[in-house]
């Protein structure tokens, strides 16, 4: 009779032990829900916040870095292209390469293109003390025979060509006044003779950086 009651109090405190130990894990439990599953909660939504920004930055800025560079490229390509089908020029100033007097009036090349097989120089016309209709007289040598062409343009026969009739102001200078001839390209130098009373020969050839000289031939002996 006298063990009953201490085996019935052991069996009492491990039932409260027990009790105490799973109240334990109640609370931790308790615990990581409110916080451990909130911090879950939240995270992932930082988490995909801080993804997202860089992403939208990346998108927004390297397309149009590309479309700038692609400008650029597409740009290079055309100059490229153009020095490519034979298109050549050069401006001249004083003291001109080639320069002659007819009369009163004085003319110099004051500049030259070359596109494909046309070549086009430039004239600067000044005329005398007298107002008057200047005569083209520049003709390019076409073959060893020595046959001459005119200008394929302008369809006038007389400077200025800015006025509605041939005759020019007096002691006015027209500049770059155009002369279109047709030429082979594979026939350099051009040879060209003023024609008038002056009657001297210039020549026209392309450069290997894309211009054009005109000079006086170069005498022998």
């Not at 201490?6 to 609370?27: E, F, Q, S, W």
């Not at 870095?65 to 290079?76: E, Q």
């Not at 390509?77 to 050549?88: E, R, V």
Request: hydrophobic share 40%; glycine share 8%; net charge negative.
């Amino acid at each position: 009779m006298f063990q009953g009651p201490a085996k019935r109090k052991i069996t009492l405190n491990t039932v409260l032990i027990v009790l105490a130990a799973v109240a334990v894990a109640l609370g931790v439990t308790a615990y990581l829900v409110i916080f451990g599953v909130g911090t879950q909660v939240v995270q992932p939504g930082l988490s995909t916040s801080t993804v997202a920004a860089p992403t939208s930055s990346v998108a927004f800025v390297f397309p149009t870095s590309t479309a700038s560079s692609s400008a650029s490229s597409t740009g290079i390509s055309s100059g490229t292209a153009a020095s490519s089908t034979g298109t050549f020029s050069s401006t001249f100033t004083a003291p001109y390469p080639v320069s002659w007097n007819d009369g009163e009036s004085s003319f110099a090349v004051s500049g030259a293109t070359l596109n494909g097989n046309e070549l086009t120089l430039f004239v600067n016309v000044t005329l005398g003390t007298l107002p008057e209709c200047v005569p083209i007289n520049v003709r390019l040598i076409s073959d060893e025979q020595g046959d001459t062409a005119a200008p394929d343009s302008p369809n006038q026969t007389n400077f200025p060509l800015s006025t509605s009739t041939c005759e020019g102001d007096a002691n006015a200078v027209y500049p770059n006044q155009p002369l279109t001839f047709t030429v082979d390209p594979a026939n350099q130098p051009f040879l060209f003779m003023t024609g008038g009373t002056s009657n001297i020969y210039f020549e026209v050839s392309t450069t290997t950086t894309g211009g054009i000289d005109a000079a006086l031939p170069q005498q022998s002996g």
